[in-house]
Protein backbone atom coordinates (compact mmCIF):
# COMPACT_ATOMS: atom_id res chain seq x y z
CA UNK A 1 0.00 0.00 0.00
CA UNK A 2 1.06 3.68 -0.02
CA UNK A 3 2.93 4.70 2.74
CA UNK A 4 2.71 8.27 1.79
CA UNK A 5 1.37 9.46 5.79
CA UNK A 6 2.78 7.26 8.02
CA UNK A 7 3.33 9.18 11.31
CA UNK A 8 0.53 11.73 10.18
CA UNK A 9 -2.31 12.77 13.08
CA UNK A 10 -5.32 10.65 12.66
CA UNK A 11 -9.01 10.69 13.27
CA UNK A 12 -11.23 7.89 13.20
CA UNK A 13 -14.92 8.03 12.82
CA UNK A 14 -18.14 5.53 12.56
CA UNK A 15 -19.29 5.74 9.26
CA UNK A 16 -22.18 7.79 9.55
CA UNK A 17 -20.98 10.41 12.50
CA UNK A 18 -19.50 13.86 10.92
CA UNK A 19 -16.20 14.60 11.19
CA UNK A 20 -14.52 17.73 11.65
CA UNK A 21 -10.68 17.93 10.59
CA UNK A 22 -8.31 21.25 11.99
CA UNK A 23 -5.77 23.24 10.07
CA UNK A 24 -3.46 26.03 11.66
CA UNK A 25 -2.17 28.52 8.81
CA UNK A 26 0.62 30.45 9.35
CA UNK A 27 0.57 33.62 7.34
CA UNK A 28 -2.38 36.41 9.05
CA UNK A 29 -2.05 38.01 5.12
CA UNK A 30 -3.00 35.19 3.59
CA UNK A 31 -6.19 35.44 1.40
CA UNK A 32 -7.19 32.12 0.18
CA UNK A 33 -7.48 28.38 1.31
CA UNK A 34 -8.13 25.40 -0.09
CA UNK A 35 -9.13 21.35 1.09
CA UNK A 36 -7.16 18.91 -0.86
CA UNK A 37 -8.04 14.56 -0.30
CA UNK A 38 -5.49 12.69 -1.20
CA UNK A 39 -6.67 8.76 -1.18
CA UNK A 40 -4.19 6.16 -1.04
CA UNK A 41 -1.74 6.16 -4.33
CA UNK A 42 -3.19 9.11 -5.73
CA UNK A 43 -2.55 12.78 -6.23
CA UNK A 44 -4.51 15.04 -4.30
CA UNK A 45 -7.85 16.15 -4.96
CA UNK A 46 -9.74 19.91 -4.75
CA UNK A 47 -12.27 19.59 -2.13
CA UNK A 48 -13.27 23.23 -1.14
CA UNK A 49 -12.22 26.52 -1.46
CA UNK A 50 -12.41 29.79 0.96
CA UNK A 51 -11.25 33.44 0.74
CA UNK A 52 -10.61 35.24 3.39
CA UNK A 53 -13.38 37.57 3.00
CA UNK A 54 -15.75 34.93 4.33
CA UNK A 55 -15.96 32.82 7.05
CA UNK A 56 -17.85 30.15 6.16
CA UNK A 57 -18.23 27.90 2.52
CA UNK A 58 -20.44 24.96 1.78
CA UNK A 59 -20.52 22.48 -0.70
CA UNK A 60 -21.96 18.63 -1.01
CA UNK A 61 -21.15 17.40 2.35
CA UNK A 62 -18.72 19.87 3.42
CA UNK A 63 -18.50 23.05 5.11
CA UNK A 64 -15.08 24.69 5.13
CA UNK A 65 -14.73 27.43 8.38
CA UNK A 66 -12.41 30.42 8.33
CA UNK A 67 -11.54 31.51 12.17
CA UNK A 68 -8.71 34.38 11.10
CA UNK A 69 -8.72 35.49 14.20
CA UNK A 70 -6.44 32.71 15.71
CA UNK A 71 -5.46 31.86 12.12
CA UNK A 72 -7.65 28.69 11.82
CA UNK A 73 -9.27 26.30 9.11
CA UNK A 74 -11.47 23.79 9.82
CA UNK A 75 -13.21 21.08 7.76
CA UNK A 76 -16.28 19.13 8.58
CA UNK A 77 -17.61 16.12 6.89
CA UNK A 78 -21.35 15.49 7.25
CA UNK A 79 -22.31 11.65 7.58
CA UNK A 80 -19.00 10.33 6.81
CA UNK A 81 -18.53 7.53 4.37
CA UNK A 82 -15.88 4.32 3.58
CA UNK A 83 -14.88 6.51 0.96
CA UNK A 84 -14.10 9.66 2.94
CA UNK A 85 -10.67 7.53 3.82
CA UNK A 86 -8.00 9.63 3.17
CA UNK A 87 -5.18 12.02 4.18
CA UNK A 88 -6.82 15.33 3.92
CA UNK A 89 -4.11 19.06 3.87
CA UNK A 90 -5.62 22.44 4.02
CA UNK A 91 -3.11 24.78 1.97
CA UNK A 92 -2.44 28.62 2.43
CA UNK A 93 -1.90 31.03 -1.26
CA UNK A 94 1.26 32.65 -0.10
CA UNK A 95 0.54 36.22 0.53
CA UNK A 96 4.61 37.04 -0.83
CA UNK A 97 3.68 35.29 -3.94
CA UNK A 98 0.70 34.24 -5.09
CA UNK A 99 1.86 32.01 -7.40
CA UNK A 100 2.52 29.53 -4.49
CA UNK A 101 0.71 27.61 -2.02
CA UNK A 102 1.56 25.99 1.62
CA UNK A 103 0.77 22.87 2.59
CA UNK A 104 -0.08 21.69 6.02
CA UNK A 105 1.43 18.16 6.82
CA UNK A 106 -2.23 16.80 6.82
CA UNK A 107 -4.71 14.28 8.72
CA UNK A 108 -5.66 10.80 8.12
CA UNK A 109 -9.19 10.28 8.29
CA UNK A 110 -10.22 6.37 8.86
CA UNK A 111 -13.73 5.62 8.44
CA UNK A 112 -15.26 2.53 10.41
CA UNK A 113 -18.28 0.76 10.11
CA UNK B 1 -9.40 15.69 -20.58
CA UNK B 2 -6.80 13.95 -19.13
CA UNK B 3 -5.94 16.78 -16.96
CA UNK B 4 -2.67 16.47 -15.53
CA UNK B 5 0.00 13.26 -16.74
CA UNK B 6 2.82 11.97 -15.48
CA UNK B 7 5.46 9.78 -16.87
CA UNK B 8 6.63 7.09 -15.52
CA UNK B 9 4.50 5.98 -12.72
CA UNK B 10 7.34 4.17 -10.93
CA UNK B 11 11.10 4.40 -11.75
CA UNK B 12 14.00 2.45 -9.43
CA UNK B 13 17.50 3.99 -10.28
CA UNK B 14 21.27 3.28 -8.84
CA UNK B 15 22.75 6.27 -6.72
CA UNK B 16 24.34 8.09 -9.31
CA UNK B 17 22.04 7.39 -12.31
CA UNK B 18 20.05 10.03 -14.09
CA UNK B 19 16.83 10.41 -14.86
CA UNK B 20 13.74 12.98 -16.30
CA UNK B 21 10.69 13.18 -15.21
CA UNK B 22 7.76 14.10 -17.42
CA UNK B 23 4.69 16.15 -16.67
CA UNK B 24 1.98 17.46 -19.44
CA UNK B 25 -1.08 19.33 -18.77
CA UNK B 26 -3.85 20.19 -21.34
CA UNK B 27 -5.89 22.94 -19.21
CA UNK B 28 -4.04 25.36 -21.07
CA UNK B 29 -2.54 26.59 -16.88
CA UNK B 30 0.00 28.87 -17.30
CA UNK B 31 1.72 27.89 -13.41
CA UNK B 32 3.05 24.17 -13.18
CA UNK B 33 4.74 22.87 -10.35
CA UNK B 34 7.00 19.93 -9.17
CA UNK B 35 6.52 18.77 -5.53
CA UNK B 36 7.95 16.00 -3.85
CA UNK B 37 5.95 14.13 -0.60
CA UNK B 38 7.39 11.77 1.97
CA UNK B 39 6.04 9.43 4.52
CA UNK B 40 4.78 11.74 8.01
CA UNK B 41 5.46 14.91 5.59
CA UNK B 42 3.16 17.57 3.41
CA UNK B 43 3.66 18.71 0.07
CA UNK B 44 7.20 20.27 -0.42
CA UNK B 45 7.55 22.57 -3.68
CA UNK B 46 11.04 21.70 -5.67
CA UNK B 47 10.56 24.04 -8.63
CA UNK B 48 7.82 26.15 -10.07
CA UNK B 49 6.72 27.95 -13.49
CA UNK B 50 4.93 30.58 -13.21
CA UNK B 51 4.37 31.13 -16.86
CA UNK B 52 6.30 29.49 -20.15
CA UNK B 53 9.97 30.17 -20.00
CA UNK B 54 10.32 31.10 -16.47
CA UNK B 55 11.07 28.84 -13.97
CA UNK B 56 11.44 29.19 -10.25
CA UNK B 57 13.11 27.72 -6.77
CA UNK B 58 10.58 26.24 -4.41
CA UNK B 59 11.48 25.02 -0.53
CA UNK B 60 13.88 22.08 -2.01
CA UNK B 61 15.71 22.65 -5.56
CA UNK B 62 19.15 21.38 -4.50
CA UNK B 63 19.84 17.67 -6.70
CA UNK B 64 17.00 18.97 -9.31
CA UNK B 65 16.99 20.75 -12.69
CA UNK B 66 13.76 21.76 -14.68
CA UNK B 67 12.80 22.66 -17.94
CA UNK B 68 9.81 24.18 -19.17
CA UNK B 69 9.72 23.25 -22.64
CA UNK B 70 6.13 24.84 -23.69
CA UNK B 71 2.93 25.78 -21.83
CA UNK B 72 1.57 22.45 -21.58
CA UNK B 73 4.75 20.05 -20.25
CA UNK B 74 7.47 20.61 -17.62
CA UNK B 75 10.07 18.45 -16.67
CA UNK B 76 12.35 17.57 -13.61
CA UNK B 77 15.48 16.24 -13.90
CA UNK B 78 18.00 14.56 -11.29
CA UNK B 79 21.06 14.49 -12.55
CA UNK B 80 22.85 12.18 -9.61
CA UNK B 81 20.11 10.63 -8.16
CA UNK B 82 20.60 10.32 -4.32
CA UNK B 83 18.85 7.81 -1.80
CA UNK B 84 17.80 11.26 -0.26
CA UNK B 85 15.61 11.58 -3.09
CA UNK B 86 13.20 8.94 -2.80
CA UNK B 87 9.86 9.86 -2.39
CA UNK B 88 6.67 10.47 -4.60
CA UNK B 89 6.80 13.22 -7.04
CA UNK B 90 3.78 15.31 -8.01
CA UNK B 91 3.46 17.66 -10.94
CA UNK B 92 0.26 20.45 -10.89
CA UNK B 93 -0.90 23.24 -13.16
CA UNK B 94 -3.20 26.25 -12.06
CA UNK B 95 -4.42 29.27 -13.62
CA UNK B 96 -2.90 31.58 -11.41
CA UNK B 97 -3.23 32.16 -7.63
CA UNK B 98 -6.13 29.62 -7.59
CA UNK B 99 -6.71 25.90 -7.19
CA UNK B 100 -3.41 23.50 -7.99
CA UNK B 101 -5.05 20.30 -10.07
CA UNK B 102 -2.25 17.45 -9.57
CA UNK B 103 -1.20 14.64 -11.43
CA UNK B 104 -0.76 10.84 -10.22
CA UNK B 105 2.46 11.14 -9.07
CA UNK B 106 5.79 8.65 -9.72
CA UNK B 107 7.26 6.79 -7.21
CA UNK B 108 10.98 7.28 -7.18
CA UNK B 109 13.24 4.40 -5.64
CA UNK B 110 16.94 5.21 -5.61
CA UNK B 111 19.54 2.44 -4.15
Known amino acids: GESVGLHLPTLSVQEGDNSIINCAYS??????FIWYKQESGKGPQFIID?????DKRQGQRVTVLLNKTVKHLSLQIAATQPGDSAVYFC????????????FGTGTRLQVFP | NAGVTQTPKFQVLKTGQSMTLQCAQD?????MYWYRQDPGMGLRLIYY???????DKGEVPNGYNVSRLNKREFSLRLESAAPSQTSVYFC??????????FGPGTRLTVL
Open chain 2, 92 to 101: ASSVKSNEQF
Open chain 1, 27 to 32: NSASDY
Open chain 1, 50 to 54: IRSNM
Open chain 1, 91 to 102: AERAPYNTDKLI
Open chain 2, 27 to 31: MNHNS
Open chain 2, 49 to 55: SASEGTT
